[in-house]
């Protein structure tokens, strides 16, 4: 009766649900879930999550796949096919004990690193890193036979990405950003950042955070806005999508610019097509390619002097005494503001991309058996020197300051860092045709989100985050297109010569 | 390898899951989500539900069930058995086609029902209804081929409920409850509610309600509460229970009910055995029970004297201006009084088992097709000025006001009676070994929390109503129990000779 097409299509819609259904369980958990109900979350996802697993091999998928592929496909249903069997590759290759073994390892070893970062106790955590790596070397092997497994899991986590072009692109960072750090703390103009402390209603930073989301052009009937510890964007489909924030009574520029961030992943899923929804391609097209947009609303747009005069209305009106004898270039440079620090969730615009360098080097060198396990502290401390110039004086503020190993996720880090720089090279492409500073300046990110959702949006996981960066920028991935920004960037705000 | 009785298990915990999930979602549909949001969540429920469907029907329970029944089964593994042939029953003897038709009209009559409330338009919604009664009439033939449909659902939604058993109750209440209404508005002292529509700010509504949980020892870990436009509690499992709240700025009595109210709901759930943890017998035993706790503490406990005087110096505290030169005894008074009126839902404790007694006759001639759906209106109307004396203006405030009907939900308003007079057959008995009025003026609930979970909580699922009223009240269902409560307590009220 119906055709191979129509059957995957009803299993993707299955698919959808399942992915809905923990959206939702997890979005629960992490804004207003009471807290002690982790058992039967964990549970009811393991079992949904065994459910999906089965419905994925055990549906006749490559017998579907191979019959659908008999038609003439479009471009569309290409795509839904190649997601479809990489999906089928992943959860039919990895043998069923071994992947529930890893599920067990990793959520013993997230409890592991918690306890030995507050007891700054490396030995205690370093055996299942070891097991961890093991695991994940094995599986490349299992997936994709002959690769380089970093190089594999690179590719998991950013289509496309490979060691080649990443050591190209932090060298060229390096040989950029580090010099002109060492300018900046000897010949920088000096910033003012006393007001930055202070009391920050909360009432007032709420009311700034729905104004902003507003501003931005977030459909409120599509994208609620909750709180959490810590902030993220998850997307339940194009139709519901929601932004969390977390307010700090003492700094009010920290939700400012999670919501600027949160809502720029929000706009890329609220308007992926339509003809996509309850497919496998509905979602954004990479963690890089969502941290570029993310990114290019927090830092291009957001941190822009034109944004904070056009903010400037608003943060008078409900920051009053707060803001008395501060100019909006005074916001702009404390905002901006680029300084050496240990942790990389608190690092500035300039330093974060060092931060993921550290890292990218690491867990090359990690996978691939050049660096023992027991001897990473060592290794990431003298990295950081190098880079950073910083004296590490605890594992805990140095290799151990990341849950990202201890879920297993070795090869994420670097899209962190791609995400600015693709967002660097759009924004050159965008500054072709229209003038940002103008339009934020006059509060306006209709344009800007139209160039973005006809380059990049609209096509969700249809196109591969190389097709992308292509289409937006009008040419290849350009690694030395961030370091300019940053440095003519830079160069100014701090007035070097 | 695995028992019968631990492929059940196994089985359990699965379906557990979905009603996770599809809680999860409900909850956050009524709660935070953003108001365009329904149509994905809709095709995510809707593909949930199916799969549940599948694995009902299509993992041979019908097979398991018979293998388990050959080992000797403990009183529990009896029960699920009971519960899981039920399920299975329900899902296999109602063909498919006709349950997913019957989804789409209930869907479509919820919207027709609502625009013609609105539009006060019976007529509109007199078809689905139609085609609602003969779908409900041939499912009772399906499901128990040869018993009375009306018993069917009375028995669904209650087990152990009947015509017979609800005749005799009704005939009860019409006979004493009827007069005593006529006295209290004849020779009844006045009652002074001037002081209850005042402004009542939303911030100390927050705090009263957050208060009052914990006073009634509602353990916050495990029990979250939210905002929706209707109070309600849904359990998850029994280690995460949400409740709501409404808060009206005019009337702070209303939010300050619903939580007391929500919070019977949510201790009952908090209780149950740990042994029946992701069971089919992990919930309350059944709507009319759980009605008999959240009613016990709404008005057996919640609306006593002895509880507004202990909750007095918050009350104080919290709104010192509403409540200068009012009394507690006024307060109680005041929250007390019975009044009749059109909307069941603003009924207080009183005339409330009147419109359920309304609903019941008609809904049994409806059912029995002694009453034509066109002659609906008159019927109710009728009813109405014979029981509670009132006419009634228009049938949006009549026959069209509830949307239970619309959802298909026939059977279902008798609960709500049964559940007020379960509770107070269990007061009478608990009376015997506890003074409530002393343990409410010293703010102690434990002992009464304690009983409560020893004769009804613990026991989930595994007993049914029947079962628990005889162990919680020393005897079988007394309709006149009820009654008599009413009796007492409204001619004290009220100064009644």
Redesign the interface.
């Known amino acids: 009766m119906s055709t191979p097409m129509e059957r995957l299509r009803a299993l993707e819609?299955?698919l959808?649900?399942?992915t809905?259904?923990a959206c939702?369980?997890n979005?629960?958990d992490a804004?207003?879930?009471?807290?002690?109900?982790s058992?039967?979350?964990g549970?009811?996802?393991?079992?949904?999550s065994?459910?999906e697993h089965r419905l994925l091999t055990g549906s006749g998928l490559p017998g579907l796949l191979a019959a659908a592929r008999e038609s003439a496909l479009g471009e569309q249903e290409a795509a839904e096919l190649r997601e479809l069997q990489r999906m089928y590759d992943e959860a039919s290759k990895i043998p069923a004990e071994e992947y529930a073994a890893f599920a067990k390892l990793a959520s013993t070893a997230q409890n592991v690193w918690a306890k030995a970062r507050a007891a700054d106790d490396f030995a205690a955590f370093a055996p299942y890193l070891e097991r961890i790596l093991d695991t994940r070397r094995r599986w490349a092997g299992y997936l994709a036979p002959g690769k380089d497994p970093y190089d594999y899991w690179l590719d998991h986590y950013e289509r496309g990405a490979n060691t080649r072009m990443l050591d190209r692109f932090f060298d060229e960072l390096q040989g950029r950003i580090v010099p002109l750090l060492a300018r900046i703390q000897t010949e920088g103009r000096p910033i003012r950042t006393d007001f930055l402390w202070q009391d920050w209603p909360i009432a007032q930073q709420k009311e700034l955070a729905h104004r902003v989301m507003r501003r931005m052009g977030v459909d409120?009937?599509?994208?609620?806005m909750?709180e959490s510890a810590h902030p993220f964007t998850t997307e339940?489909?194009?139709?519901?999508?929601r932004i969390t924030t977390h307010y700090n009574p003492r700094d009010m520029t920290s939700s400012l610019y999670s919501v600027v961030h949160e809502s720029g992943h929000a706009l890329y899923e609220l308007h992926t097509a339509d003809r996509l929804?309850?497919t496998v391609l509905a979602h954004g097209a990479s963690m890089g390619v969502h941290e570029s947009q993310s990114r290019f609303y927090e830092n291009y747009l957001g941190r822009s002097l034109a944004f904070i005069r056009a903010l400037w209305p608003d943060l008078t009106e409900l920051f009053p005494s707060q803001l008395a004898g501060v100019s909006p270039e005074e916001l702009y440079a404390a905002v901006n503001r680029a300084e050496p620090g240990l942790i990389r969730t608190e690092a500035d615009e300039l330093t974060y991309c060092l931060h993921i360098l550290v890292r990218y080097r690491l867990e090359k060198r990690l996978m691939a058996g050049e660096l023992a396990v027991k001897d990473l502290p060592e290794a990431w401390n003298r990295l950081m020197k190098d880079i950073l110039g910083l004296d590490v004086p605890s594992n805990a503020q140095g290799c151990l300051q990341d849950i990202h190993w201890s879920c297993g996720d070795l090869g994420y880090f670097p899209s962190y860092a791609l995400g600015s720089a693709y967002g660097a090279q759009m924004l050159r492409e965008l500054k072709k045709s229209l003038d940002p500073d103008a339009l934020m300046e006059a509060g306006d990110f209709g344009p800007v989100n139209a160039w973005l959702a006809e380059h990049i949006w609209q096509y969700g996981m249809e196109k591969q985050p190389g097709w992308l960066v292509e289409n937006a920028c009008g040419g290849p991935f350009d690694p030395a297109c961030f370091a300019e920004y940053l440095e003519a960037k830079y160069t100014a705000l701090y007035g070097l010569a």
């Open positions: 819609k299955q959808f649900a399942y809905y259904a939702v369980i979005y629960d804004t207003v879930a009471p807290p002690e109900s058992e039967g979350r549970e009811a996802l393991e079992a949904l065994a459910a409120a009937a599509h994208c609620a909750g339940f489909y194009k139709g519901d999508v929804k309850y």
